[in-house]
Every structure is written in structure tokens, then in C-alpha cells.
């Protein structure tokens, strides 16, 4: 078992940062791949970013947002730049097991006033 917790959630005024955080804890060293998704009232959650060696983004974000990973921590961080509205969401962490297994975090709200 994997077990995640998010922080760093907030509000912030459009074009603001925020920085995410995502610590895993339990059988960590079976994580290969972690990332970020975000789900808005009304929408289905979406991909946002991942790492996994290589680094992969959403379009609606490539270019503000950057993913990092502290491997020593057990972590994974989201580093929001020039956000706007649209960005407002629960986001949420992910781990990916090498046995296929998908882990969720609990989710931090970001809200981003115009």
C-alpha cells in the first residue's frame, strides 16, 4: 500500500504561484511514476502532469506549471506559476506502482480569484 497526502492548497489572485506538495509514505520504493491531476465542480478530473524520468504536461499548463520530484523525500511538488481562474480545482497526487497499481491523495483545493 501507498499512502499520499497533498498540501499546500490556497488562494491566490490570478497571475499568483502556489507550490504544491505530495508525500508518499508506506511501500514507496515500488513507486515508478507520480503525478498531478485536477478535477473542477462539474468536470471530469484531468491529467495535469507526471514524472516519471521524463516529465509530461497538459497543454492548458506546459510552460506555468512544473513538476519536481524528491526522491530522498518520498515526494513529488507542483510549482504554479501565472495562474488563472480557469486552474481553480482539487488537485490531486498519484503514484503508479510497478505493478500497475494507481494510488490517489485526498485532494488540496486551489482557487484562483480573477
Known amino acids: 500500500q501507498v499512502q499520499l497526502v497533498e498540501s499546500g492548497g490556497g488562494l491566490v489572485q490570478a497571475g499568483g504561484s502556489l507550490r504544491l506538495s505530495c508525500a508518499a509514505s508506506?511501500?514507496?520504493?515500488?513507486?515508478?511514476?507520480m503525478g498531478w491531476y485536477r478535477q473542477a465542480p462539474g468536470k471530469e478530473r484531468e491529467f495535469v502532469a507526471s514524472?516519471?524520468?521524463?516529465?509530461y504536461y497538459a497543454d492548458s499548463v506546459g510552460g506555468r506549471f512544473t513538476i519536481s520530484r524528491d526522491n530522498a523525500k518520498n515526494s513529488v511538488y507542483l510549482q504554479m506559476n501565472s495562474l488563472k481562474p480557469e486552474d481553480t480545482a482539487t488537485y490531486y497526487c498519484k503514484a503508479r506502482t510497478s505493478t500497475g497499481t494507481d494510488y490517489w491523495g485526498q485532494g488540496t483545493q486551489v482557487t484562483v480569484s480573477s
Open positions: 514524472m516519471a524520468g521524463n516529465t
Open positions: 508506506g511501500r514507496t520504493f515500488s513507486i515508478y511514476l
